[in-house]
């Protein structure tokens, strides 16, 4: 019968030994392969679980911002590798680009933040106008808030 106890508690050891070892590896299984990797996964995932960071998109200005907030609450890294960081976390859970000359007003909303009528401006400044070439032109569309459109210049494209 003492027998048979340790071979329990040898066995409910060995599951608790395997649970965390899947548990430390799991972080890295969640994350696309690519440069930076590992060290995301060393900076972010020792204060919260890895999903908090795959669950959000944002731009690389928006990522840079995060992983600063995160430096000056205890994260640690080197400039370079912070800079990884942020290029890897831009590169796989970085907002998709938005094309002003051909994309809905929908788009405008859900991938730039804009409002439905700041969206509907630009729509209707592209049919009446043709083809915007730069951010600026966008910005100073009458209706378009500038800065939200400069704060978004990462992610469009023409």
Same mark, same amino acid.
């Given at each position: 019968?003492?027998?048979?106890?340790?071979?329990?508690?040898?066995?409910?050891?060995?599951?608790?030994?395997?649970?965390?070892?899947?548990?430390? +590896?799991?972080?890295?299984?969640?994350?696309?392969? &690519?440069?930076?990797?590992?060290?995301?996964?060393?900076?972010?995932?020792?204060?919260?679980? #890895?999903?908090?960071? +795959? $669950?959000? =998109?944002?731009?690389?200005?928006? !990522?840079?911002?995060?992983?600063?907030?995160?430096?000056? =609450?205890?994260?640690?890294?080197?400039?370079?590798?912070?800079?990884?960081?942020?290029?890897?976390? $831009? +590169?796989?859970?970085?907002? $998709?680009?938005?094309?002003?000359?051909?994309?809905?007003?929908?788009?405008?909303?859900?991938?730039?933040?804009?409002?439905?009528?700041?969206?509907?401006? #630009?729509v209707r400044h592209r049919? =009446?106008?043709?083809?915007?070439?730069? !951010?600026?032109?966008?910005?100073?569309? =009458? &209706?378009?808030? &500038?800065?939200? #459109?400069?704060?978004?210049?990462?992610?469009?494209e023409f």
């Open positions: 019968m003492e027998t048979s106890k340790n071979r329990s508690k040898a066995a409910l050891l060995t599951l608790l030994l395997f649970s965390v070892c899947e548990a430390q +590896t799991a972080p890295e299984k969640q994350l696309p392969d &690519g440069p930076g990797k590992a060290i995301t996964v060393r900076m972010c995932a020792s204060c919260h679980e #890895i999903k908090v960071v +795959t $669950a959000k =998109r944002m731009s690389r200005q928006r !990522w840079e911002l995060s992983v600063d907030q995160m430096v000056s =609450r205890g994260a640690t890294g080197t400039d370079e590798e912070i800079e990884q960081v942020v290029e890897y976390l $831009a +590169t796989n859970f970085g907002l $998709a680009n938005v094309n002003v000359n051909t994309a809905d007003a929908a788009s405008f909303v859900s991938k730039l933040g804009l409002s439905s009528e700041e969206s509907e401006a #630009i049919q =009446r106008n043709g083809a915007y070439r730069n !951010w600026q032109e966008v910005a100073k569309t =009458r &209706g378009v808030d &500038g800065k939200k #459109i400069e704060r978004a210049k990462d992610q469009i």
